[in-house]
């Protein structure tokens, strides 16, 4: 620091043997290897321009004792103020610079890291639960021979709902991992016929919650793509609202379903009369591994923004007091006679 403060004082007794190009030039080569010490030493931005001016009022000081006469005084402390000022210009311009690179290279370096363990997480995932869902599909098969051999079995049911649950559970783990679409082509399939499906296989959860279902849908509508992970989507969100609804002290639990043609889109608004989502946890929900559930992953609306936005749509939230809506917009690949 005393050093710098030399080579200043330096220049500001030398500066009437320059030219005004040579002078900026000298002042701009210090104020750049000043401020490349404070960044590499961490020194606050603030301290080092207090510490600068602090030197510009001791050598005013100095001036103040010289006798100078006022006009000989007064142009004096006019090309002191001119260096000064460019010396911090420089100096803080170049700090800002160089603090701004750190930052972008601490973010790119924290945005590889997590891509890195998104794509460990996938490949983890996929090797463990192909090898999870071998002895469930046998489980699976052999409950549908039970119930064929022994119709009256109690709790048979019961035990095929909870495996369903549990190969839905697994499956949105799955939907991390790319090498789940390898071998799989896009298919064309009915979104309303989809909407009964994944009605049909939430009846359970439905029918305990005591949710009302209120429907509005469009004429059949044709989408192009990977209709199970579409359904897994659907499952996901209207699986979300429920168990909102079950925490919920409404007496009139109701999710309601419709769907609006915008252009060569379809838009599907799922709504439920739950507590509002407050604006700051809206910002968070599609991210990965945020979550408000005890024993939640934070990967559902992930996983659910990752298959959207795969299949060129959008998925987005809205919530206000009277209910909160999550709204998905698909590409149409056709409308059925």
């Not at 022994?150 to 709902?161: V, W």
């Not at 192009?224 to 979300?240: K, P, S, T």
Request: aromatic residues 8%; contains cysteine; charged residues 25%.
């Amino acid at each position: 620091m005393h050093d710098n403060g030399e080579a200043l004082l330096e220049v500001l007794l030398n500066m009437h043997k320059m030219t005004e190009k040579e002078l900026l030039d000298i002042i701009e080569k210090l104020a750049i290897e000043v401020s490349e010490e404070r960044v590499l030493a961490d020194i606050n931005l603030g301290d080092f321009v207090y510490n600068v001016n602090l030197g510009r009022t001791v050598l005013y000081s100095q001036l103040s004792t010289t006798g100078l006469p006022w006009a000989s005084l007064q142009e004096a402390l006019n090309k002191v103020n001119f260096c000064f000022d460019k010396f911090l210009y420089y100096a803080v311009s170049h700090y800002s610079e160089a603090k701004n690179k750190i930052i972008e290279e601490k973010t790119m370096h924290i945005d590889s890291t997590h891509q890195d363990r998104l794509t460990l997480l996938g490949q983890m995932t996929s090797s463990f639960i192909h090898e999870f869902r071998n002895p469930l599909t046998s489980v699976q098969g052999f409950i549908q021979l039970l119930k064929a051999d022994y119709p009256e079995m109690k709790y048979l049911d019961i035990i095929s709902s909870e495996l369903d649950q549990l190969n839905f559970r697994i499956s949105q783990f799955l939907l991390l991992s790319k090498k789940e679409l390898i071998g799989k082509e896009k298919d064309d399939f009915n979104l309303n016929t989809l909407v009964e499906e994944v009605l049909n296989f939430l009846y359970p959860s439905i029918l305990d919650g005591k949710v009302k279902i209120r429907k509005e849908l469009r004429e059949d509508i044709i989408l192009n793509g990977y209709a199970d992970e579409i359904r897994q989507v659907l499952i996901n969100i209207i699986f979300n609202a429920i168990d909102v609804l079950n925490h919920d002290e409404n007496p009139n639990p109701t999710i309601e379903i419709n769907s609006s043609l915008e252009n060569q889109f379809i838009k599907i608004n799922i709504s439920n009369n739950g507590p509002v989502i407050p604006a700051e946890l809206r910002k968070s929900i599609f991210e990965p591994f945020f979550t408000t559930k005890k024993l939640g992953t934070g990967l559902g609306l992930f996983v659910c923004k990752e298959i959207i936005e795969k299949h060129k749509g959008k998925l987005d939230c809205d919530s206000s007091p009277d209910k909160t809506t999550f709204s998905i917009l698909l590409p149409i690949a056709a409308l059925t006679p």
